[in-house]
């Protein structure tokens, strides 16, 4: 049985883990589609001549970018594990934990950064 103290410190480290999750997954998706969005451009600025290794550079980040939704779809997941997990023992114990709505809203960022992630790489097929 846990305490109220242990169940804070639990909700903290998972609201915490969760936000520099998202953090970094949000720089790295920056970072891919900035080039992304050069190697695209170069791409239809060549015309007909479009550069084979571009190209190539495009789709293996087109990759990175589906590997980087995949892992941020498995993240809103495991963190609504954890806040149903950390929530059901609150309430089996009758512990009020305060900062369980933050991690709510943590929560709901991660989805919602997932779910705009997968509406993105629908929409950015390989060439």
């Known amino acids: 049985m846990a305490q109220k103290g242990d169940l804070e410190i639990r909700v903290a480290s ?26 695209e451009r170069h ?17 293996a980040l087109t990759s990175r970018f589906n590997e980087l939704t995949d892992s941020q779809i498995l993240e809103s997941k495991r963190a609504w594990q954890k806040y149903e997990e950390l929530k059901r023992e609150g309430d089996t114990q009758a512990i009020e934990v305060p900062r369980l709505s933050e991690f709510y809203d943590a929560c709901q960022k991660t989805q919602q950064f997932a779910a705009d992630l997968t509406c993105y790489s629908l929409g950015n097929p390989k060439r």
């Open 14 to 39: 998972a609201i915490r883990e969760t936000r520099e999750n998202y953090d970094a997954t949000m720089v790295a998706v920056e970072r891919v589609k900035e080039e992304m969005n050069r190697l």
């Open 43 to 59: 791409i239809t600025d060549g015309g007909m001549g479009e550069n084979a290794g571009d190209v190539a550079a495009l789709n």
